[in-house]
């Protein structure tokens, strides 16, 4: 079975400070690690995704994830936060890279910026 | 290129009552899936469909059903309605063919039920 913890419910950061949110996963196979992002009364927009290719992955908006796999870890930062990032991170573990998995996500991290 | 659209994006239902939430995926995509996403929680698979047959299902009762047309499109079914079956409804689209398909979603059906 596959799972991903992720570590603050709520982080808060000003607006141009390091944005840095956790992800722990636990798997038996390989995993493939995904976020994603999810704006007030949306669905939900793919970040980033790992899939083995490398352990650093740059995504869109500026985010980027490293994947440690002795810390079996996928944490999202972000050097310079704006006003816009604010809203609801998904991490989430697949045991494949085929489109037909199934994603099983964490209970989310919201992002609040102080201007 | 529309991506994944869904309907209805509200509703309200009384318990006991059925809904049927549907879901149209992006162009050229031939799997969907279902995820059900509570206040406060993460999305949680419910199921996926591909050539018109449940391939995959996760830990919902059998009150959740569903279909997938020739089109591709899909249905989600919810039977004998319960409060807590109040939630966003998410639908999912990919291509079950190769790797590195990036699974899209939409904007979701909000349900509640009182």
């Known amino acids: 079975a596959q799972s991903v913890t992720q570590l603050g419910s709520h982080v808060s950061v000003s607006e141009g400070a390091l944005v840095l949110l956790r992800c722990n996963y636990s798997?038996?196979?390989?995993?493939?690690l995904f976020w994603y992002v999810q704006y007030p009364n949306q669905g939900l927009q793919l970040l980033l995704k790992y899939t083995s290719a490398a352990t650093l992955v740059k995504g869109i908006n500026g985010f980027e994830a490293e994947f440690k796999k002795s810390e079996t870890s996928f944490h999202l930062t972000k050097p310079s936060a704006h006003m816009s990032d604010a809203a609801e991170y998904f991490c989430a573990v697949s045991p494949s890279n085929f489109g037909n998995e199934k994603l099983t996500f964490g209970t989310g991290t919201r992002l609040t910026i102080i201007p | 290129d529309a991506g994944v659209t869904q309907s209805p994006t509200h509703l309200i239902k009384t318990r006991g009552q059925q809904v049927t939430l549907r879901c149209s995926p992006k162009?050229?995509?031939?799997?969907v899936s279902w995820y059900q996403q509570a206040l406060g929680q993460g999305p949680q698979f419910i199921f996926q469909y591909y050539e018109e047959e449940e391939r995959q299902r996760g830990n919902f009762p059998d009150r959740f059903s569903g279909h997938q047309f020739p089109n591709y499109s899909s249905e989600l079914n919810v039977n004998a309605l319960l409060l807590g079956d109040s939630a966003l409804y998410l639908c999912?689209?990919?291509?079950?063919?190769?790797?590195?398909?990036?699974?899209?979603f939409g904007e979701g059906s909000w349900l509640t039920v009182v």
């Open positions: 162009s050229g995509h031939d799997t």
């Open positions: 999912a689209s990919s291509l079950v063919q190769g790797t590195g398909n990036t699974i899209y």
């Open positions: 798997s038996s196979v390989p995993p493939y």
